[in-house]
């Protein structure tokens, strides 16, 4: 890719680092040592955002070093920032995020109390990408949200500056005779592995929910990545 200097002037060749999928599809190994200056943001050459392939060079690395990777939520900025400082691998956004900051439980971000998708983007828009420096920034999305053209949305989350996506809210926690409605009814979690695999096509990571064995093997099928 390229990135347009200022108006008048050629395009400036974005530095990448070298390719990391093998032929079959796998990772290849990192030579040491990880140079994470190979991936920048290409208009201020750091952090956010970064292709789904520098993503899981960062992953890569940090298992290469005998780690665990941490994937954290932040609903705040102030989370956010001390989320990078103690080492998380990323930072996750959720709309959940905002309701435990107001001293409510997780689900209350699955329930009617507002735009899901909006409020992921809010928090991401000003409070989150500002002052995270280099963590990759991931963006819940509530992929069976009838009223979002998904390709459209996605764009939006893309252009946005976050580097990644998580099907949040989930309809895979949801079981018994209501889950059965939603399938019924246009809102199933197809929708959530249909939304993966357009995040796949445009570059974007992707880390999931899942809650069954075959929901997991449909969410590799559509190319999520964790």
Same mark, same amino acid.
């Given at each position: 890719g390229t990135a347009s200097a200022?108006?008048?002037?050629? &395009?400036?060749?974005? &530095? /990448?680092?070298?390719s990391l999928m093998g032929p079959s599809g796998a990772l290849r190994a990192l030579p040491p040592p990880f140079n994470q200056n190979l991936m920048p943001n &290409?208009?201020? *050459?750091?952090?956010n955002p970064y292709t789904r392939e520098e993503v899981r060079a960062r992953l890569q690395a940090t298992l290469d070093q005998g780690k665990a990777i941490?994937?954290?939520?932040?609903?705040? *900025?102030?989370?956010?920032?001390?989320?990078?400082? $103690?080492g998380a691998d990323l930072i996750i956004i959720y709309n959940s995020g905002r309701f435990r900051m107001m001293g409510h439980g997780s689900t209350a971000g699955m329930m009617a109390y507002g735009d899901a998708n909006a409020i992921a983007m809010e928090i991401g828009e000003f409070e989150v990408l500002p002052v995270?420096?280099?963590?990759?920034v991931i963006c819940g999305v509530h992929?069976?949200?009838?009223?979002r053209r998904m390709w459209h949305w996605l764009g939006k989350v893309k252009?946005? $500056?976050?580097?990644?996506?998580?099907?949040? &809210?989930?309809h895979t926690i949801v079981d018994g005779h209501f /889950? *059965?409605?939603?399938?019924?009814? *246009?809102?199933?979690? /197809?929708?959530?592995?249909?939304?993966?695999?357009?995040?796949?096509?445009?570059?974007?990571f992707s880390i999931v929910y899942v809650g069954s064995p075959e929901e997991a093997a449909e969410m590799a099928k559509a190319g999520a990545d964790a």
């Open positions: 200022a108006r008048g002037k050629l &395009p400036v060749e974005r &530095p /990448r680092a070298p &290409p208009w201020t *050459g750091k952090g941490i994937a954290a939520g932040a609903g705040t *900025g102030i989370s956010a920032k001390f989320i990078e400082k $103690g995270v420096e280099e963590v990759p992929a069976t949200d009838p009223r252009e946005m $500056g976050f580097s990644g996506v998580n099907n949040f &809210p989930t /889950r *059965g409605v939603l399938e019924e009814t *246009g809102m199933s979690v /197809r929708k959530e592995y249909e939304m993966v695999a357009l995040a796949r096509k445009m570059d974007l």
